[in-house]
């Protein structure tokens, strides 16, 4: 999660519970008043007649009860070093108020899971593949729903490795020591060079592809997980990638349709992987919801110039995810404060805005950047996010919050009351 500038599986559950709902459980309603039906008439005695009346019998109002607004919050591979450290993390976030988690389970094609696909990640033991002897996603799941949060399982997709020597040896082998040409390449065909940042594979890349759909249908099938969120769905940037298999893919399509260009073939291609994943996840557990975070600037519509775009950059077209049903919730990270006036260049409010006709086709969750201002900011940012009907916020991070001493007994609550005048959760 990061701040942006402007093949067969055997079902089996290792809790041995059965999946848990597939959206936050709504608030149950009170029970239907009893009926007094008075006493008891004799078998040999008839019943009067029931007496005659002018008024209308009125039908008792059938009241729906409120959505549950989902409140989550990520949790990041690197705030847990040891089994007590995610026990903690929990319950701290269930004081807190919050009732879902993203918790990252894969940073770089590594796992902080038993896998037998990737190597264990080697901040856990120092070693890539090190087994360190405890599986932080059973703990994970465990700690929240100990908290009656749920456990989604966060992965980052296309981001496979982090560093300027490739991956060393390890059991499983690391993926890019198997399938170096998996990487992104450059405008000329170069593969992406290991460095600081993270090293991106092509998520047009079929056997990739399948190499995902098997860590998913993985995940899925030994963790009683309620959720699989998805991360760095995307191309590290707008020119990339011109890789001998994707352009020899995209030359194929393009015989097609002779009017497909390259970044559109790229957008579809992103598209289709989503789905895929979502329905290795759902086919094993079909009550798991797949969510995404994607780019809190979807298009430049407003000309502020200097912005990264999702759709432009990236090749990720979030709307139309939404549009035809690819997962189940869309993250917007709406990572920059609301401006004063309205409509300043990245304004949460606008963004918010341009992300709200989506509801109607998938549940929507306000990315909030804890670090974008102070409690006040936090809680104008929440109240908009309401009023767009967002059925609910996702911040970031866990160590935000504990830096900043907001998840401390003492402190004020993270979640203002709801106005209802003017803040409403659109029902799912």
């Known amino acids: 999660m990061s701040l942006l500038l402007g093949g067969a599986f055997f079902l089996y559950s290792c809790s041995g519970s059965r999946p848990r709902p597939k959206t936050i459980p709504e608030t149950v309603p009170a029970p239907e008043p009893s009926i007094d039906v008075g006493q008891p008439i004799a078998a040999d005695v008839p019943a009067a007649p029931a007496a005659v009346s002018d008024e209308k019998i009125v039908e008792p109002e059938i ?71 405890w599986d932080p996603l059973a703990v994970a799941i465990e700690a929240a729903h100990g908290q009656n949060m749920q456990l989604h399982a966060w992965i980052n997709l296309a981001t496979g490795w982090k560093g300027k020597r490739r991956p060393g040896r390890s059991r499983p082998t690391h993926i890019l020591r198997k399938h170096p040409e998996w990487r992104v390449a450059d405008g000329k065909g170069r593969p992406m060079p290991y460095a600081k940042g993270y090293i991106f594979l092509n998520p047009a890349n079929p056997a990739f592809a399948h190499h995902l759909e098997g860590v998913v249908g993985e995940i899925a099938s030994f963790y009683a997980i309620d959720g699989l969120h998805l991360d760095y769905a995307r191309y590290p940037a707008a020119q990339t990638s011109r890789d001998r298999v994707c352009l020899r893919l995209f030359r194929k399509a393009r015989k097609q ?89 990245t304004d949460f409010a606008t963004l918010a805005a341009d992300f709200a006709p989506l509801s109607g086709q998938v549940q929507l969750l306000a990315g909030i950047n804890v670090d974008a201002g102070d409690l006040a900011v936090l809680h104008q940012e929440i109240k908009i996010a309401r009023k767009h009907g967002f059925a609910g916020v996702a911040l970031f991070s866990y160590q935000l919050l504990k830096q900043r001493n907001w998840l401390a007994g003492d402190q004020p609550t993270l979640f203002p009351p709801k106005d209802p005048q003017n803040e409403t959760i659109p029902p799912r």
Request: overall charge negative.
């Open 257 to 345: 349709d002779p009017s497909l260009d390259l970044a559109a073939w790229q957008r579809a291609q992103l598209l289709a992987l989503v789905k895929r994943l979502k329905q290795a996840a759902q086919t094993v557990r079909p009550q798991l919801m797949v969510s995404a975070a994607v780019t809190g600037i979807y298009r430049d519509r407003w000309n502020w110039q200097g912005v990264t775009q999702g759709y432009l950059d990236f090749h990720q077209d979030s709307h139309r995810w939404a549009e035809q049903a690819a997962v189940d919730t869309l993250v917007p990270m709406i990572y920059w404060p609301p401006t004063s006036p309205p409509g300043g260049r």
């Open 63 to 133: 009241v729906e009860p409120e959505p549950t607004e989902i409140r989550a919050v990520w949790v990041t591979r690197w705030d847990f070093q040891q089994a007590e450290d995610i026990e903690r993390i929990m319950a701290e976030l269930g004081r807190a108020g919050f009732n879902l988690v993203y918790f990252q389970i894969r940073g770089a094609a590594d796992a902080y899971y038993r896998s037998t696909l990737e190597p264990w990640a080697a901040s856990l033991t120092g070693r890539l593949g090190g087994d360190p002897g």
